[in-house]
């Protein structure tokens, strides 16, 4: 069983990690408001000098926590989210002009992410039809004696993804809302990098656990602790 693990052992060190990120390229990011979007890939993305980034995810985060700390460089040429009233920084950038920001409800973004991962082209959605920001530069198709927003589907370069565990197949294990949008940018880019708080040799994982099969991992790195911790708690005050 030693044998086979070291075959298929994905785990890489931070230095091979930096290799995977470039100008240019487009990123998705797991994660709901900072939980769940990988803190050492951020910083690692950061550390590369990376710049004219597309990024791909819920949300801009917070200024310190989550994708936030990547959008508040500058280095972010585009934004396809749900939301940015998280990130006043996106907002204002947003408003500069030195940040394009394309808004996607969010089940729809979720879905139009699903749909990149499983190959198709699109998907049709009413969900804003009436919104003319949501149908901005868009194609609007007629079915059955409906109206449908074609929305294309999403992919990018590669996609960082925090999980709670990991088996060096890169079975994957979540936690809680750390869950969010991580299964679905894991599966729709080029390659995916996972940032794992604990590893566990392989057969240790209860299979009705995995939510991502190792198919869709391709490197993965030892987490250094997590910085969203009582996020809205310490950012409003509540």
């Known amino acids: 069983m030693e044998n086979v693990e070291n075959t298929f052992n994905k785990i890489i060190s931070s230095d091979q990690a930096i290799n995977l990120f470039f100008s240019g390229m487009t990123l998705m990011f797991g994660g709901f408001g900072g939980v769940g979007t990988p803190p050492k890939l951020v910083d690692i993305l950061l550390e590369t000098g990376a710049s004219d980034l597309t990024l791909i995810g819920n949300d801009a985060g917070f200024p310190t926590i989550g994708i ?6 500058g280095r972010v040429k585009r934004l396809v989210a749900s939301h940015i009233g998280s990130n006043p920084v996106a907002g204002q950038l947003m408003t500069d002009k030195k940040l394009v920001v394309e808004f996607s ?5 979720a879905e139009r992410i699903r749909a990149g991962g499983v190959g198709l082209g699109g998907i049709l ?3 804003g039809i009436t919104s003319n920001i949501v149908t ?3 194609q609007i198709l007629s079915l059955d004696g409906r109206e449908f927003i074609l929305e294309q589907a999403l992919t990018g370069d590669l996609s960082i ?3 709670k565990k990991a088996d060096p197949y890169g079975n994957l294990v979540f936690d809680k809302s750390a869950r969010n949008t991580n299964p679905l940018v894991a599966m729709a880019s080029t390659k995916t990098i996972v940032e794992v708080e604990e590893f566990v040799p392989l057969g240790h994982l209860d299979p009705e656990e995995i939510v991502t099969p190792g198919v869709y991992v391709d490197f993965m790195i030892q987490s250094e602790g997590v910085n ?4 809205w708690e310490k950012t409003y005050g509540t």
């Open 136 to 138: 901005q530069n868009k």
């Open 68 to 73: 936030g700390k990547a959008v508040c460089t």
């Open 228 to 231: 969203w911790s009582w996020v």
């Open 161 to 163: 993804v925090y999980a």
């Open 125 to 127: 959605v009413d969900v």
């Open 105 to 109: 409800p969010q089940g729809t973004l």
